[in-house]
């Protein structure tokens, strides 16, 4: 069965530092998501793609975060500089296309400290 | 905007007992409704949605959901949970491009 992949797995960084999160979804699923999970909570969404363009990141610190998803399949997601704060699960998920109707299928998630 | 709350924060129950999970959500208008789970060491799954139609919803592992649309819930049942059914559930609405989540519910179930 295919799966979203990410990587790394666990990132610990020291606060100011820059970080990176790659994703791959599920080949042929034209949405991408990035969220964010704070320990007790759900995820929350950061920032929505159809194909290569943004479609929803309303939620996303665009003063340190950014995201890229230039050829419309794998993504990344950037964090500089990292604070304290930034410390929880980044997880991706795509689905086949937009709208509630399709299942998002998500990702093992990339566990962050920030130090 | 939306949002969903779920009621309890932490389940312990014994094998064989029944389980609800209580789901609400704030959205007036027309939604679909998920509920995930995410077993330990393992990624989010789906276990089940509606969209329309039955109110009851039947999803994977005997689990069941049933959506009361005047009462805006979307409670997640289990007659005679499993030891494997620990996991943590959430509960998530869209309205339409958006999944908005509960902050999830950890159910752990005793040998």
């Known amino acids: 069965e295919a799966e979203v992949a990410q990587s790394p797995r666990y990132k610990i960084t020291e606060k100011s530092q820059a970080v990176a999160f790659w994703c791959d979804p599920i080949?042929?699923?034209?949405?991408l998501y990035w969220y964010r999970q704070i320990l007790g909570q759900g995820p929350e969404l950061l920032v929505q793609?159809?194909?290569?363009?943004?479609?929803?990141d309303s939620q996303l610190p665009k003063d340190r975060f950014s995201a890229e998803r230039l050829k419309g399949v794998d993504s990344t997601l950037k964090i500089q500089p990292a604070e304290l704060g930034d410390s929880a699960m980044y997880l991706c998920?795509?689905?086949?296309?937009?709208?509630?109707?399709?299942?998002?299928?998500f990702g093992p998630g990339t566990r962050l400290t920030v130090t | 905007a939306q949002s969903v709350s779920q009621h309890n924060h932490h389940v312990i129950l014994s094998e064989a007992a029944s389980l609800e999970l209580g789901c609400n959500y704030s959205?007036?208008?027309?939604?679909?409704l998920f509920w995930y789970v995410q077993y330990p060491g393992q990624h989010l799954q789906l276990l089940l949605k509606?969209?329309?139609?039955?109110?009851l919803v039947k999803g994977i592992k005997g689990f069941e959901a049933e959506f009361i649309k005047s009462k805006f819930s979307f409670n997640l049942r289990k007659p005679s949970v499993q030891w494997s059914d620990t996991a943590e559930y959430f509960c998530?609405?869209?309205?339409?491009?958006?999944?908005?989540f509960g902050a999830g519910t950890t159910v752990t179930v005793r040998a």
């Open positions: 998920a795509s689905s086949f296309t937009r709208g509630g109707s399709y299942e998002q299928y």
């Open positions: 080949s042929g699923h034209a949405t």
């Open positions: 793609f159809q194909d290569e363009s943004v479609v929803d």
């Open positions: 959205y007036g208008g027309t939604v679909n």
């Open positions: 509606y969209f329309s139609g039955d109110p």
């Open positions: 998530a609405v869209t309205n339409d491009y958006k999944l908005s």
